[in-house]
């Protein structure tokens, strides 16, 4: 088994907010959005919205959702389901682990 993509420090990820992993590194379709919530955990998401092009990784991450910036839908960080919106599709949501401080991806496997 993987021991994931190391694709950032958590640091590098300021608490609410998020950043995107280019799809070169990951090697999947979309880029994926890696999303730091007011707790802390992390979470990683398809970083384009499932409505039109936003990336999630702009929008803002609060107690377990993230609202894309363009038209407020909300998505659940730990299935990706859509809670609102326009967006009508669930995001695609991949397994993230944090070890001593590094965020490391598993582009594809469920959470
Ligand atoms: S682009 Fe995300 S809700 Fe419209």
Avoid at 43 to 72: I, K, R
Avoid at 87 to 106: I, K, Q, S, W
């Amino acid at each position: 088994m993987s021991d994931g993509i190391r694709v950032a420090s958590l640091d590098d990820i300021p608490q609410g907010e998020g950043i995107a992993i280019d799809k070169a590194i990951t090697g999947t379709e979309d880029d994926i959005a890696l999303l730091r919530d007011t707790d802390d955990t992390v979470y990683a998401l398809n970083d384009t919205c499932t409505h039109e092009t936003a990336s999630l990784a702009q929008g803002w991450v609060e107690e377990g959702f993230v609202e894309c910036p363009l038209h407020s839908s909300k998505f659940c960080l730990r299935s990706g389901e859509v809670q609102g919106l326009p967006a009508t599709r669930n995001a695609c949501p991949h397994r993230v682990e944090v070890r001593d401080g590094e965020v490391y991806l598993f582009p594809g496997e469920a959470p």
